[in-house]
């Protein structure tokens, strides 16, 4: 068993502003005004590469252009926003893990600090599954926090990896990797048609596409009836959330992470706004923050503690305005004290 700096009575809440050091931390130098050669993106890096403009229209958010498209059944902006999440994984993630050219990095410390709490992330990539994955700490079939099934290539040599995830990775508005398969065909026991069925549960696929050579030896299930696109596996950015929260595999990712909520006695959120777009997502879990203390890491923690304070007084907010970088740097400020003392 690992040692870390905290137990897992320790649960993080991870937004987008948890990833947005991992370019330069993988050595990826700016390129242009717009951005990084593979990056993960924060919502405001989305303008141009899927809408094609350089400032918001007036009136309008991110979360209201990508309603926009929607609307007008337009797929593209969307689309294009999982490929470049997707590029990142394929580029970043191979330079940050264990093994690779960037592999002294403040994720991998991070990870193994805390090596046994729950990480929730409203995040769709998988930076986090596959620098646990190599870090021999996690696998596909039990990490997600539900069974999934995955294929797994023979190695003949080597280390092989872990059957039991030393903690789960819970993607709050899905992953790209995974999809439920929510139906099946029955096959005809006489000369009758097959059968269209829905009456058992939700069944889990690991699918990673283009970016499975991340996950070896760990293979996508080879697709079926019920195979799902990766845009359709996730909760696009709009404003109203709540039909994609019904989701099957979202839904069992919030019933475990209230679960792990509830087990522990302090939460940290990092890179998480709190936006109040969000808000049909982020009130499913705070029953389980009740009467404990949550620490907001992000550079606008300060003002951002003081608003949720104001709107859930039952909450004890507390604040490191810090990027993630900065916080793990600087030895994990807000942490000690809950920690040691």
Same mark, same amino acid.
């Given at each position: 068993?690992?040692e870390?700096l905290?137990?897992?009575s320790?649960a993080f809440?991870?937004?987008a502003?948890?990833?947005?050091d991992?370019?330069?931390?993988?050595g990826?130098?700016?390129?242009?005004?717009?951005g990084?050669k593979?990056?993960?993106?924060?919502t405001?890096?989305l303008? +141009?590469?899927?809408?094609g403009?350089t400032?918001?229209?007036?009136?309008?958010s991110?979360?209201?252009?990508f309603q926009?498209s929607?609307?007008?059944r337009?797929?593209?902006?969307f689309?294009v926003?999982?490929d470049?999440?997707?590029?990142a994984?394929?580029?970043i993630?191979p330079?940050?893990?264990q093994?690779?050219s960037?592999?002294?990095?403040?994720?991998?410390?991070?990870?193994n600090d805390?090596?046994e709490?729950?990480l929730?992330?409203?995040?769709?990539?998988s930076?986090? +599954?596959v620098?646990?994955?190599a870090?021999?700490?996690?696998?596909?079939?039990?990490?997600?926090g539900?069974p999934?099934e995955?294929?797994q290539?023979t190695?003949?040599?080597?280390?092989?990896?872990?059957?039991?995830?030393l903690?789960?990775?819970?993607?709050?508005h899905?992953s790209?990797?995974?999809?439920a398969?929510?139906?099946y065909?029955?096959?005809?026991?006489?000369?009758?048609?097959?059968?269209?069925?829905?009456?058992?549960?939700?069944q889990?696929?690991?699918?990673?596409e283009?970016?499975?050579?991340?996950?070896?030896p760990?293979?996508k299930?080879?697709?079926?009836v019920?195979?799902v696109?990766?845009?359709?596996?996730?909760?696009?950015?709009?404003?109203d959330?709540?039909e994609?929260l019904?989701?099957?595999?979202?839904?069992?990712?919030?019933?475990?992470?209230?679960?792990?909520?509830?087990?522990?006695?302090?939460?940290?959120?990092?890179?998480?706004?709190f936006?109040?777009f969000?808000?049909?997502?982020?009130?499913?879990?705070?029953?389980?923050f009740?009467?404990?203390?949550?620490l907001?890491?992000?550079?606008?923690?300060?003002r951002?503690a003081?608003?949720?304070?104001?709107?859930?007084?039952?909450i004890?907010?507390?604040?490191?305005?810090?990027?993630f970088k900065?916080?793990?740097?600087?030895?994990?400020?807000?942490?000690?004290?809950?920690?040691l003392?």
């Amino acid at each position: 068993m690992k040692e870390g700096l905290a137990s897992c009575s320790t649960a993080f809440l991870l937004g987008a502003g948890f990833s947005i050091d991992a370019a330069s931390e993988a050595g990826y130098p700016t390129l242009s005004s717009s951005g990084l050669k593979a990056r993960y993106p924060l919502t405001g890096e989305l303008l +141009e590469p899927c809408f094609g403009i350089t400032a918001l229209p007036q009136g309008k958010s991110v979360e209201d252009l990508f309603q926009d498209s929607v609307d007008r059944r337009d797929p593209r902006p969307f689309s294009v926003l999982c490929d470049i999440l997707m590029e990142a994984d394929y580029y970043i993630t191979p330079q940050l893990k264990q093994g690779g050219s960037r592999s002294n990095n403040v994720y991998t410390k991070f990870l193994n600090d805390f090596p046994e709490s729950p990480l929730l992330t409203y995040n769709y990539d998988s930076l986090l +599954e596959v620098l646990l994955l190599a870090d021999h700490s996690w696998c596909p079939g039990d990490g997600y926090g539900v069974p999934v099934e995955a294929f797994q290539r023979t190695i003949r040599c080597g280390k092989q990896p872990v059957a039991k995830s030393l903690r789960p990775v819970l993607h709050l508005h899905g992953s790209l990797c995974v999809y439920a398969e929510t139906f099946y065909i029955e096959k005809s026991r006489d000369s009758g048609p097959d059968m269209l069925r829905f009456d058992r549960d939700p069944q889990f696929r690991f699918s990673p596409e283009e970016i499975g050579s991340c996950f070896f030896p760990f293979e996508k299930v080879p697709p079926r009836v019920g195979y799902v696109l990766p845009p359709e596996r996730v909760i696009a950015p709009i404003p109203d959330k709540a039909e994609g929260l019904k989701g099957a595999f979202i839904e069992a990712m919030y019933n475990r992470s209230v679960s792990e909520l509830n087990k522990a006695s302090k939460i940290i959120a990092i890179g998480y706004s709190f936006n109040p777009f969000d808000r049909t997502s982020y009130e499913k879990l705070l029953g389980a923050f009740h009467g404990k203390t949550v620490l907001l890491v992000g550079p606008e923690a300060k003002r951002l503690a003081k608003r949720l304070a104001s709107e859930y007084p039952n909450i004890e907010w507390q604040a490191e305005p810090k990027s993630f970088k900065e916080w793990v740097i600087n030895n994990y400020p807000g942490v000690y004290k809950h920690t040691l003392g």
